[in-house]
C-alpha cells in the first residue's frame, strides 16, 4: 500500500470518526410546558392557575393542547384494558398517567393513544417530589410531558373525588442543546473504538512499513555482494 492509498485510508477514518460521533450525540432541547389547570371546587369556585411545571417528552410534539383530564385505572396505564372514565363528548381529552410499574413511557402513551387521547401527562414516582426528567417515548405520536409527583397526585385526588380538571398544554422555554446520560455514553464508547481502530491502523501501517523498508535494505545488501 502507497503512501498515498494510506492516507485516503487514515482521512476517511478521520471522516467516520466524526461522522459517527456526530451521528450518535445529537442533541435534544429541553422544552419546558405550561399547564393552566381549572376546575371548581367544593364550595363552587371555579380554581384557575398557571405553571411552568411540565418537561415536553423527547419524542413528542412540542404543541399546544387542551381538554378535559382522566386519571388512569390503573394509575399506571400499562395494558390495553386500562379504563379512562371518560364522559361521551366529541372534544379532545388528556390522559392523566403515573410513571412505573416496569411498562416503558411509550407503552403508557400508546395505550392512552389508542383510547383516544390527544395528550398524556405523566407525572413521576413517588419519592421525586416534583423534581421531572425528559422522557424517551419512540414510537408515539401524541403530546406527552412530565409533571412532578406532587403536582400529579394532586390532580389524581381531585379526580378521584369527581372533580371535573381541565388542563391547557402550552409550549414554555427551551433550554439546550442537551445531551441524555445514555448519549453520552455512547459517544464515548463511539470515540474510543474509532479511536482505538485509527491507532491500530498507525501501528499496522507503520510496522508494515518499516518491514517493507528491512526488505528492501537486506535486498540491496545482496546486490552488493554478488
Known sequence: MGLLASRDVFSWLLVASVFQVSTVAQASYLCTAYLNISYTNAENQTIVFREEMGLYGQDSPKASVVGNVYLADPIYGCEDDTVYRRQN???GWIALIQRGNGCTFSDKI???AR???IGAIIFNDNGA???VI???????????VMIGHLHGINLAELLVTGVPVSIAIEVGKQH???MSHYSVFFVSISFFIV???TVGYFIFYSARRLNSLRQQNRTQVQHKRR
Open 176 to 178: 439546550g442543546p442537551w
Open 195 to 197: 479511536t482505538a481502530a
Open 89 to 91: 363528548d366529541s372534544r
Open 110 to 112: 400508546n395505550v392512552a
Open 129 to 131: 417530589e416534583n423534581r
Open 134 to 144: 425528559q422522557m424517551s417515548h419512540p414510537g408515539t405520536s401524541i403530546v406527552a
Open 115 to 117: 383510547k383516544g387521547a
